[in-house]
Antibody, heavy 119, light 107 residues
Framework: EVQLVESGGDLVQPGGYLRLSCAAS????????MHWVRQAPGKGLVWVSR????????NYADSVKGRFTISRDNAKNTLYLQMNSLRAEDTALYYC????????????WGQGTMVTVSS | EIVMTSSPATLSVSPGETATLSCRAS??????LAWFQQKPGQAPRLLIY???TRATGIPARFSGSGSGTEYTLTISSLQSEDFAIYYC?????????FGQGTKVEIK
């Protein structure tokens, strides 16, 4: 079964840091671009970052550029999001998502991990 | 960044009727438009990509159309499980963006 499972979400103080993980199974992880998408409580979906299959190419939303770093370990079938200098507005449910082959959208999503930034 | 505008914000429909959801982009998408369904407490589910191609396992009552900056998701003969929030998403630009969502509720 194709599956993505996020972990690492927590309550953290403003200015703090956190690393999210996304464990992939059921498919050849290294063949796929991967993304992070977040959703603030009661709000819509916002794209955060993406990484290509070998990890050599990344992109970020302007709101997180310079603070977040996406990476992957294909040997461990795991995607990461290092989040530094966290702000209250980063509070959200963070989903990892797989890019549909040959298409720019996302066909498989995890269930999300919650990040709360508050003092 | 391409801005996506969904309408209406809320759509009240009776079971068995047809729901028509709209999405407008701030610039042409060259048909690189997807639709997602999200139910409370669940992750989004891909319904439609490339404007009109149904994703694996999606029933035929879901259909998409459009071009340029105007796109539509039509849900025919609404079933109880179709009441949810629907998001459009563009992937013509590398800064992937979503509409704010349309909630389809029971009338």
């Amino acid at each position: 079964e194709v599956q993505l499972v996020e972990s690492g979400g927590d309550l953290v103080q403003p200015g703090g840091y956190l690393r999210l993980s996304c464990a992939a199974s059921g498919f050849t992880f290294s063949n796929y671009w991967m993304h992070w998408v977040r959703q603030a409580p009661g709000k819509g979906l916002v794209w955060v970052s993406r990484i290509n299959g070998d990890g050599a190419s990344t992109n970020y939303a302007d709101s997180v550029k310079g603070r977040f770093t996406i990476s992957r370990d294909n040997a461990k079938n795991t995607l990461y999001l290092q989040m530094n200098s966290l702000r209250a507005e980063d509070t959200a449910l963070y989903y990892c998502a797989r890019r549909l082959t040959g298409v720019g959208t996302f066909d498989i999503w995890g269930q999300g991990t919650m990040v709360t930034v508050s003092s | 960044e391409i801005v996506m505008t969904s309408s209406p914000a809320t759509l009240s429909v009776s079971p068995g009727e047809t729901a028509t959801l709209s999405c407008r982009a701030s610039q042409s998408l060259s048909s690189k438009l997807a639709w997602f369904q999200q139910k409370p407490g669940q992750a989004p589910r891909l319904l439609i990509y490339d404007t009109s191609t149904r994703a694996t396992g999606i029933p035929a009552r879901f259909s998409g159309s459009g071009s340029g900056t105007e796109y539509t998701l039509t849900i025919s003969s609404l079933q109880s499980e179709d009441f949810a929030i629907y998001y459009c998403q563009q992937y013509n630009d590398w800064q992937w963006t979503f509409g704010q969502g349309t909630k389809v509720e029971i009338k």
